[in-house]
């Protein structure tokens, strides 16, 4: 099953620009280097896999200067991936 998103926001700048189209593969296991679609806190992201431990996956945007991600919300568990682009 797929999953089709807009891109909303500059998080992962310059690979992903606002409003670019991002086709994701459901109930595929995430990669470090790959690009997920994750649930936090009620609000779908697509970031990018930058680690992956016992605790979770660390996932980062492309543009750090303006990405909120694993740095604020910490680790994500993999049942809260939802796609892999």
């Given at each position: 099953m797929l999953l089709i998103r807009r891109v909303v926001g500059d998080s992962m700048l310059?690979?992903?620009l606002?409003?670019?189209?991002v086709i994701?593969?459901?109930n595929k296991k995430p990669q470090i280097g790959a690009i997920v679609i994750a649930m936090i806190s009620d609000r779908e992201v697509i970031k990018?896999?930058?680690s992956h431990s016992d605790r979770?996956?660390?996932?980062?945007g492309d543009n750090p200067a303006?990405?909120?991600d694993s740095r604020m919300y910490g680790a994500v568990?993999?049942?809260?991936?939802?796609g892999v682009v």
């Open positions: 310059p690979t992903l606002p409003g670019h189209i994701a593969k459901k990018r896999v930058a979770g996956y660390i996932l980062l303006d990405s909120t568990s993999e049942q809260h991936i939802f």
